[in-house]
């Protein structure tokens, strides 16, 4: 969520600095990302004026000007604009300055044998536009500010807030919600909530004049009085809501007014300006006014060209096989599970999501039909990610746009469209209602000091959630507070806990440590975890090396180590070779070794400790230590030895590991015994298991089989070991 500092003031009245605000934004669960001051880039850039102008000698396409920057001193510079013109007034960029358009630094060098001391800055190079056949033509009137910088006479030193928001909070998708948590915090004045006739924002920053210096655009001035909203005619478009049962709460509302005779120029200076800062490219008066209001009150609107409507407007499900062109140029497909907007004939596009190329406005446009409507969180994050679309109306609607600003929002908006484009508005036009309950918390005071520690007057209390919108009522211990229509994330006396503690700060709630219980206190571990802990100390003191690997894999595998059933099967799997819970640690250590046999790596030593499964019951899923060793990875280290060459790994290797773990966890070795029926994935006569009893099955180890080598690609001498830890006797009590 990106705004700027005057926006921010618009709504707050606070003499704050940039720091204090940070630090309690961050403070109140509003993390602050970044600030950025664009200005800081512009400072070198100042206004001036070309005095005098010659052909260059050496170049037909360049002019050597005479550039007065109200320093008292003339710049000599080279200039290949065609508009370079002795009273011309423009931008002046110094020697040193960065040029952001393109990306450069200017130095004193020459220019076909004319040294250039600046520079005359066309609206590229100041990322104002993509125009560049000509510098910047700001006009006589800027004649008598020489020197005057650039960003300062322009309001461009506006600082930029990029705050994190969490999905829950919905309100501060809006600069309005974000103010509103800032006076709670103490650092300033919620303004009243603005009349329709007087849109928030409206004054225009110092310098509202355009940049080109032709005459303003309509609505470049100040937007003042009241304008009536409603009109005297009847909306000529027919509005209905056409959903099943079912899902008539995927668009319970939408409102829509007619304007007839728009002008759609380009909106104010003031509000490309804002938008611009924000990262979001004007487009026009129209469109900009939807994505200004977004912001600023966090209210999705869309504004259709009511001349390529075919019939009237419908909000039902999508049908499978209808598609629509969206406003990106794209094509995309819809399905019933998808809210759409409909005419008679075609989709017009996905509800909460985004709108379609047929029918949005361009500088033709004269007459627009307005919508506000309200769509189901769920539905539209559902619908957002099977088409892939991530915009602004999907990031508000999906956290909870405010149900009761639909029709203010309308008004809002027809306000601005009849102020900057002109036009007659209809009646409002509306189907459906809002879906608003009246929530009320029965909330203890005293629950702020039982669940934090924080201590606080109930007047504070009350104060907090007065401000934050919450209406609190009721005497004694026990209130009644009405939830605003904007927070919907507040459910319980737990959430209002929550809203007076980060208000009022959480460095005021105290640190208290844990009484201290007499005696020794009590092992934490339990005994698995102890086991758990001495296996892998065992195990890498032995050169094994840990190996952590997917507990799902190709079902192929899992059938080849004795599981694969159609239970431990993912539903929704990340990939084919992902499909299958694993009933062994083998496989994925038998994987890791071939990818490092395929890196060149010739001996290596693995294990690792983890659950394998075995039925969907939680009795099923059993934690085991397993390892492998390839190659000539025995205990003393690969490679020669004292004694001669080392001989590859054989079984004894791995039983050497198995006894050694098994006596770690207070196993005596000599009570256990070693049979041959091993698994078929062991090598028959070159493996074995160790028991206790005929039941009581601790381990298996052993040569692995070269069929189950064969699956995995790798050649040469591997030994395997699988240890049970759940199957361990546990330990007597001393």
């Known amino acids: 969520m990106k705004f700027t500092l005057s926006w921010l003031k618009d709504h707050l009245d606070t003499d704050a600095s940039l720091d204090e605000l940070s630090t309690v934004l961050s403070s109140i669960g509003l993390e602050v990302e970044g600030i950025s001051d664009p200005g800081e880039k512009l400072a070198p850039f100042v206004v001036a004026k070309i005095v005098a102008a010659k052909q260059h000698p050496d170049a037909d396409r360049l002019r050597v000007i005479q550039v007065d920057n109200g320093s008292g001193n003339l710049s000599e510079v080279v200039c290949g604009a065609p508009n370079a013109k002795e009273g011309l007034v423009g931008i002046f960029a110094p020697l040193g300055s960065y040029i952001p358009g393109t990306d450069m630094t200017l130095e004193k060098k020459p220019v076909r044998g004319v040294i250039s001391n600046g520079m005359m800055v066309s609206e590229r190079e100041l990322e104002i536009s993509d125009e560049h056949d000509g510098i910047i033509d700001l006009g006589a009137d800027y004649g008598d500010k020489l020197g005057q910088k650039y960003a300062d006479l322009f309001g461009l030193n506006d600082p930029v807030f990029d705050v994190g928001l969490t999905p829950n909070r919905p309100d501060c998708t809006g600069v309005r919600g974000i103010a509103r948590d800032l006076a709670a915090a103490g650092l300033g004045t919620l303004k009243p909530e603005p009349k329709p006739g007087n849109v928030e924002g409206n004054n225009p920053v110092e310098g509202d004049t355009p940049v080109e210096g032709d005459t303003p655009v309509e609505g470049d001035t100040p937007v003042e009085g009241d304008t009536p909203v409603e009109g005297n005619e009847p909306c000529p478009v027919a509005i209905k809501l056409k959903l099943p049962k079912d899902a008539a709460d995927a668009c319970p509302i939408f409102a829509g007014r007619y304007v007839k005779g728009v002008n759609n120029g380009p909106s104010p200076a003031w509000m490309q300006a804002r938008l611009r800062a924000i990262d979001l490219r004007p487009i026009s008066a129209l469109v900009d006014i939807t994505n200004y209001i977004s912001i600023d009150r966090g209210r999705p609107l869309h504004v259709y060209d009511a001349d390529k409507l075919q019939g009237g407007i419908t909000v039902r499900l999508g049908k499978a096989g209808e598609t629509f062109t969206g406003l990106d140029g794209k094509d995309y497909g819809v399905d019933d599970t998808m809210t759409v907007i409909a005419d008679d004939k075609n989709v017009l596009g996905l509800g909460g999501i985004m709108g379609g190329e047929d029918t949005g406005c361009t500088a033709d446009t004269k007459n627009v039909l307005i919508e506000s409507a309200y769509f189901d969180p769920i539905r539209t994050a559902i619908t957002g990610r099977k088409t892939g679309l991530v915009t602004d109306a999907r990031y508000r609607f999906e956290r909870g746009a405010d149900p009761a600003f639909v029709e203010p929002g309308l008004d809002l908006a027809t306000n601005l469209v009849l102020q900057l484009t002109g036009g007659t508005p209809s009646k409002r036009k509306v189907a459906g209602k809002p879906p608003l309950k009246k929530h009320k918390i029965e909330f203890k005071p005293q629950r702020v000091e039982d669940l934090t520690g924080l201590k606080l007057k109930p007047a504070e209390i009350a104060a907090i959630l007065n401000d934050l919108g919450f209406k609190t009522s009721g005497k004694g211990k026990v209130w009644k507070v009405d939830v605003p229509s904007w927070r919907p994330d507040a459910h ?205 099955v601790l381990a298996h180890f052993g040569e692995v089989h070269p069929r189950t080598l064969a699956e995995f690609d790798i050649s040469g001498s591997v030994v395997a070991f699988e240890i049970f830890l759940d199957a361990l006797p546990k330990a007597r009590k001393k």
Do not use: C
């Not at 105290?510 to 092992?523: D, E, I, Q």
């Not at 490092?596 to 499964?613: I, P, R, V, Y």
């Not at 085991?624 to 054989?650: C, F, M, N, Q």
């Not at 006894?659 to 000599?670: E, H, K, T």
């Open 492 to 696: 319980g006396p737990a959430d209002l806990v929550e809203e007076v503690v980060r208000i009022a700060g959480l460095d005021r709630v105290p640190s208290t440590p844990l009484p201290r219980l007499h005696g020794v206190a009590a092992p934490v571990l339990t005994a698995k975890q102890k086991r758990i802990r001495r296996a892998r100390r065992v195990l890498a003191g032995r050169g094994l090396v840990e190996a952590i690997t997917w507990s799902f894999i190709p079902r192929a595998q899992a059938q080849h180590f004795g599981g694969g059933d159609e239970k431990l099967t993912l539903a929704n799997p990340i990939s084919i070779e992902m499909s299958t819970m694993r009933p062994s640690l083998l496989p994925g250590l038998l994987s890791a070794a071939q990818r490092n046999l395929n890196h060149g790596a010739s001996d290596l030593a693995f294990f690792e400790m983890g659950q394998t499964f075995h039925g969907e019951k939680p009795e099923d899923q059993l934690m085991a230590a397993s390892g492998i060793r390839v190659g000539t990875a025995r205990l003393h280290g690969a490679g020669r030895h004292w004694e001669g060459a080392t001989k590859p790994v054989d079984l004894m290797d791995a039983k050497a590991d198995v006894m050694s773990v098994l006596a770690a966890l207070g196993q005596d070795a000599g009570r256990a015994q070693v049979s041959r029926d091993a698994p078929d994935w062991y090598h028959p006569g070159r493996s074995g298991v160790v028991r206790l009893g005929p039941k009581i």
